[in-house]
């Protein structure tokens, strides 16, 4: 049975002190609920600043919530986990160990008594399914920008987490190299059923990889402004999503989101009944006959 | 290009070469147009030093020196008494004075810089006390060493320690601090358990600021036991320079001069060469 609160955050809020002495302090986000399915891939989208890489290190356990909880599985989370892996938006790995080392320090981390063969060929099956090759003992300074990643995400995997959190993992990169690490990585959590969270500025990757996007409103004190279903079908992939009917509408609906709508949030909740703890769910389609997904599901035609 | 680069180094390598033989040249030309006599002395000051300070010139010749160097690497190792050991063995003392010392210093001061980098609370706590030792001349501290430990050897070693811990100390606890958050935070993610942490990814993440410490630390080390001998006498080769010039001779002085340089730039090559090995690009 699918688990449909696996990730449950519940009322999380972060405020930081104020940058001058004696100055108000700063609420980042305030009243975030969303829960994310077991085997599902969530992204949240957002502007700069707005406390999405606050909100992921909350999620992984690195920093601690001012107010509020997150349940993963059942059981109350504060601590990071090996359960939770972070692909990070620096990748993050350390310059002074090859991409073999810095792979196999975080598998002998999860599986503390295997001997050194196991762990290394444990290692050398997420380098392989990166497709990383002949790269296994170059330091990270030796490595392009999207092989850095890819061993950032082959760390992350070799742990055989849970869940998946990712920090735009493919922000730095060109196009070509993106869209062929996102076919990569969605091939992968379709495999393996991950459950993945991840923050993006990519409109089209969330379409593209999400199952559900979580649109967050401009901070401070941002909020959860809706939660978008993926009106397009869960097979689809880079080279045709776009010929999709829905896929207009999506977009469309993305994009007004983060070109208006993510500052006028103040004004359109006082003329609507808000509710933080049931964020609006919006299912853009071409075709108003689409079945309706939940009791709150607003649909939202183009066409 | 590296035939550009190789051709480069031969070119800075004979100007070198070139440099030195002008320096010798022009020493050589000085010290002829003395004519071989000793400069004008004080009268009293000739009388004090007896007859065979004169007719003798001051300033040795490249070549006198030359072959005292080469008589002092032929035969370093002689002892005939107190006053009259093989250079090599002064260099010995001295090395060994300076190991011991500084071995003490990287004991204390790596720990103990660790726990700085870490706590910003230790660090505050220490830092006025630290700041007030740490401009303290190494040597100002022999007398005090000197009454209680009354070895001066062992003294010496002692004002190594004191002035080798500082420069590491304060190195190896900013190199502490500032280890990148995300390297950390990745430990986290994989539930690294603090030791495990310590010797895995802050120590090789700090190591070249450490070993920077370490460099300056042996520099000023070195510096400072010539000083150091040269207070206490006994052996090593600040002794040596100090007898050699109540011996007034000039040329062994000069020799002197000349191994502590290139001893000094061994010890610093050594730590250069851990460095490279502990160095990353990031
Ligand atoms: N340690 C901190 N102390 C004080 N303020 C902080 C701290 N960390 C983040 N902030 C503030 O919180 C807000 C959100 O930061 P965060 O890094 O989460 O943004 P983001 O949405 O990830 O932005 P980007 O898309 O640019 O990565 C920013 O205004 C930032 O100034
Ligand atoms: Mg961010």
Known sequence: MIDEKYISTQGLSRVFPSPEKLGEPVTVFSDIWFNVKQGEFVCLIGHSGCGKTTLLNILAGLDQASDGYIIVDGKEQNKPSLDRAVVFQSHALMPWMTVMQNISYAVKSKFKSWSKAKIEAHAQKYIDLVGLKNANNKKPSQLSGGMKQRVGIARALSVQPKILLLDEPFSALDALTRGNLQEELLNICRQTKQTVFMITHDIDEAILLANRVILMTNGPNAKIREIVQNTLPDDRCRNTVHRHPNYYPMRNHLMDFLVARSETFAEEISRSDYDPKNPPIVAPSANLETEMESENTTHISLV | ?282
Not at chain 2, 168 to 197: C, D, H, Y
Request: hydrophobic letters at 55%; one cysteine or more; charged letters at 10%.
């Open chain 2, 1 to 282: 290009m590296s035939s550009i680069l190789s051709n480069e180094k031969i070119k800075a390598f004979l100007l070198s070469i070139l440099i030195f033989v002008v320096f010798v040249l022009l020493w050589q030309a000085i010290v002829s147009s003395l004519g071989g006599e000793a400069p004008e002395m004080d009268p009293e000051y000739a009388a004090l030093m007896g007859a065979t300070a004169k007719g003798a010139s001051a300033i040795p010749s490249p070549g006198d020196v030359g072959s005292e160097i080469w008589g002092h690497i032929a035969d370093p190792f002689y002892d005939a008494g107190p006053n009259d050991k093989g250079v090599g063995i002064q260099l010995a003392y001295s090395v060994g004075r300076v190991s011991i010392g500084f071995g003490f210093a990287i004991v204390v001061a790596i720990p103990l810089g660790f726990l700085i980098g870490m706590s910003p609370l230790i660090y505050r706590a220490l830092d006025p006390f630290i700041q007030i030792m740490k401009p303290i001349s190494p040597l100002a501290w022999m007398p005090l060493a000197l009454y209680t430990i009354k070895d001066s050897g062992i003294s010496s070693i002692f004002v190594i320690f004191i002035c080798s811990v500082w420069p590491m100390l304060l190195n190896t606890a900013f190199g502490v601090s500032t280890v990148r958050k995300e390297w950390i935070n990745v430990s986290k993610t994989l539930e690294v358990k603090p030791f495990r942490q310590a010797l895995t990814v802050i120590l090789p993440a700090a190591a070249p600021t450490i070993m920077t410490g370490m460099r300056i630390a042996i520099g000023i080390a070195w510096l400072v036991i010539v000083a150091a001998e040269m207070l206490v006498g006994g052996t090593g080769i600040g002794y040596f320079v100090w007898n050699e010039w109540n011996n007034l001779s000039i040329t062994n002085v000069i020799a002197a001069i000349f191994f502590i340089g290139m001893i000094g730039m061994l010890l610093d090559q050594v730590l250069a060469q851990i460095s490279r090995l502990v160095a990353y690009e990031d």
